[in-house]
């Protein structure tokens, strides 16, 4: 195919699987395997799952095609594709964003990630260690999220078809052969009934609004709108690739990876700690699951494993967040992508040393507050959670659906669905630009002013 002068050396997908892989493994993070769960759990079980689905489909998927439409369209990084289709600087700064909130999600995330190759070790030669004492543990955490910003660069360094669509393509199918495993063990395990039951049949007199704006944050988070992956994973896509067939394929993988998460955490739960509150927040994976395996025949194996699970889900989700920025300044600084991605790297290791002290009792990091409208944020990692990787990312994808839906002709873009997608006509088209025009914002405006605290305690849906 035929690509414009300026767009030569940026690199471009080597097949459909593998940009499917690639964006799939972007989408499919920690959010799906550590964050789905514990929000499942303190959202009332089934009726968090049906809620999710259904956010997934009807915002998740239109707001997907949005933004992948708009990357191959103008062949550029998320400034650069805002730019490149006529947008001001107003709406640039939709691209900007996406930019800043690869770059700090990156700094914390690595953190986590970390701590999951930590956990790997001590799994293995089976050391009971407990989480709150790891955590603060600087000599352990922050050499551990080096080793993970390493790892991301030496991914990225590879390019686009020898590095990021190389490694997807052996990191995706590893993740879901370990998934189902685990899954399959505990399902299978004395007592995983009540926890199936849980985890998979819907109380709807659970359904409130607090459970569908958690629902549809984590659609958002899960499926990877609103970063500028998928503009920038698009931007390298071929005109012959059928976006339609391949966004299908990658909510599908990143929904199947979220429900699996899911069964593998709570029939092992009711079976092993019967009693224990499936609400157990962000720790619930790193506190509750070791215990879980080691009341398991083979237990530190089986840990082991759900660990480089974590750890893949996390590396597949770097390595984009760092492909962001660094296609930016590879686009519009002309820089190298061997100096872009160092530069970029070891700026994130440096952010992600406040994020690893905020765990650590009386740090000047844990104690520093800051309120967000009227809603307080205690600790570093918090507040950088709470600004880039919740809140911009809501302004983001709001910003990029009213750009496609109403500052520009939302046809052109409809019109590039279609390249390649010949069932993108129609009903369907007409379902998509209406979504985009007047559901999504509509929602995501009510999301955001949850955020705000506009219906009570922000976040709590009113």
């Known amino acids: 195919m035929a690509v414009s002068s300026n767009t030569e050396g940026r690199g471009q997908w080597g097949s459909s699987l593998g940009f499917i892989m690639a964006a799939a493994g972007s989408a499919v993070g920690l959010g799906n395997i550590w964050r789905f ?17 259904l956010c997934v489909l009807l915002i998740g998927l239109p707001l997907l095609l949005n933004e992948i439409a708009l990357g191959r369209i103008s062949r550029k990084n998320p400034v650069g594709a805002i730019r490149a289709t006529g947008g001001n600087r107003f709406w640039q700064l939709a691209g900007v964003l996406c930019i800043l909130v690869c770059f700090c999600v990156l700094s914390y995330y690595s953190v986590i990630a970390g701590w999951t190759i930590g956990y790997i070790f001590t799994e293995l030669i089976n050391i009971p260690i407990d989480f709150e004492d790891f955590q603060q543990t600087p000599m352990y955490v922050i050499p551990l999220c080096l080793l993970f910003i390493l790892m991301t660069i030496g991914v990225v360094l590879g390019g686009i078809s020898g590095g990021i669509e190389k490694a997807a393509k052996f990191l995706m199918p590893v993740l879901f052969i370990i998934i189902i495993f685990i899954a399959g063990r505990a399902v299978t395990l004395e007592g995983a009934s009540a926890g199936i039951e849980y985890y998979l049949y819907p109380d709807f007199s659970k359904i409130n609004a607090k459970v569908i704006l958690q629902a549809l944050g984590q659609a958002f988070f899960s499926m990877s709108v609103g970063w500028g992956l998928m503009i920038t994973f698009g931007s390298y896509l071929p005109k012959s690739g059928n976006i ?27 079976a092993l700690l019967p009693g224990k509150d499936p609400a157990g927040g962000p720790a619930l994976v790193f506190e509750v699951l070791p215990l879980v395996f080691d009341a398991m025949p083979g237990g530190n194996l089986i840990g082991a494993l759900f660990f480089v699970l974590l750890l893949v889900a996390a590396l597949t989700s770097s390595i984009s967040m760092l492909e962001v920025p660094v296609s930016f300044l590879i686009d519009e600084k002309k820089w190298s992508r061997k100096k872009a991605a160092w530069t970029i790297g070891l700026g994130a290791f440096a952010l992600s040393i406040p994020s690893a002290l905020s765990s650590i009792e009386g740090n000047y990091f844990q104690d520093l507050e800051m309120t967000f409208l009227g809603d307080p944020q205690k600790g570093f990692f918090s507040i950088m959670d709470f600004v880039f990787g919740t809140f911009a990312v809501v302004v983001i994808c709001l910003m990029l659906a009213l750009y496609t839906g109403w500052a520009k002709k939302i046809g052109d873009f409809a019109d590039e669905l279609s390249l390649g997608s010949p069932v993108f006509k129609g009903a369907l088209r007409t379902t998509w630009i209406f979504f985009i025009k007047w559901v999504c914002p509509i929602v995501i405006a009510l999301v955001l002013m949850d955020l705000l605290g506009v219906f009570g305690k922000p976040q709590e849906g009113g």
Do not use: H, K, Q, R
Not at 250 to 265: C, E, K, P
């Open 244 to 270: 339609v067939a391949s966004s299908g394929w990658i909510a599908g993988m990143d929904t199947s990876v979220a429900l699996l998460g899911g069964l593998m955490v709570f029939p092992a739960l009711f």
């Open 37 to 53: 769960p514990y929000l499942t759990g303190e959202n009332g079980g089934g009726a968090f799952v049906f809620v999710y689905a």
